[in-house]
T-cell receptor, first 117, second 113 residues
């Protein structure tokens, strides 16, 4: 089974509108973390936002917020007031447990977002 | 700002060659990672290291090895390159705390002919 599922290969949104990118995860570990990254066409991976499994509140960073629904195992990224510069590939990733070393991530297959005028 | 530097942006090699991809980070991070990225497959972890001289296999280690002789440098080695190793390779580093993000280099697009 896929540990991270991003079901939207591509999405379009109009400038200044809000958009939600879906991410569901699968883990039996009670301690985990969820990360979202942005990859523009230039290729660099940019960290956007983090949510820990024990965090009481949904994470927010500027125009980015995470709609974390633990019971449904979903961690959707919400981008408010979309801008042309938000056009990029977006990846959801999960860290399971805490072994004290490594903290490796499992990535989803990504969602390509295109912001239109 | 964290800087993760990969030695080459583009690289072309021939099948059977031994290929070295180098990665250096300047923020004293304990953890370092090598991924490959292929269309439709996302990022897949090849190897990672949480300390000098320590290495752990990721999800797709076959055909690859790594070396970490110094804390700031993590090398990926293709012992005998094959065409199915043509891909984008991304290096990342992070602090050891569990909530710390990984910081990525710009990637190396490797073509094996």
């Amino acid at each position: 089974a896929q540990k991270i599922t991003q079901t939207q290969p591509g999405m379009f949104v109009q400038e200044k509108e809000a958009v939600t990118l879906d991410c569901t995860y699968d883990t039996s570990d009670p301690s985990y973390g969820l990360f979202w990254y942005k990859q523009p066409s230039s290729g660099e991976m940019i960290f956007l936002i983090y949510q820990g499994s024990y965090d009481q509140q949904n994470a927010t960073e500027g125009r980015y917020s995470l709609n974390f629904q633990k019971a449904r195992k979903s961690a959707n990224l919400v981008i408010s007031a979309s801008q042309l510069g938000d056009s990029a590939m977006y990846f959801c990733a999960m860290r399971e447990g805490y072994t004290g070393g490594g903290n490796k991530l499992t990535f989803g297959t990504g969602t390509q977002l295109k912001v239109e005028l | 700002d964290v800087k993760v530097t990969q030695s080459s942006r583009y690289l072309v090699k021939r099948t059977g060659e031994k290929v070295f991809l180098e990665c250096v980070q300047d923020m004293d991070h304990e953890n370092m990672f090598w991924y490959r990225q292929d269309p439709g497959l996302g990022l897949r972890l090849i190897y990672f290291s949480y300390d000098v001289k320590m290495k752990e296999k990721g999800d797709i280690p076959e055909g690859y090895s790594v070396s970490r002789e110094k804390k700031e440098r993590f090398s990926l080695i293709l012992e005998s390159a094959s065409t199915n190793q043509t891909s984008m390779y991304l290096c990342a580093s992070s602090l050891k705390q569990y909530n710390q993000p990984q910081h990525f280099g710009d990637g190396t697009r490797l073509s094996i002919l």
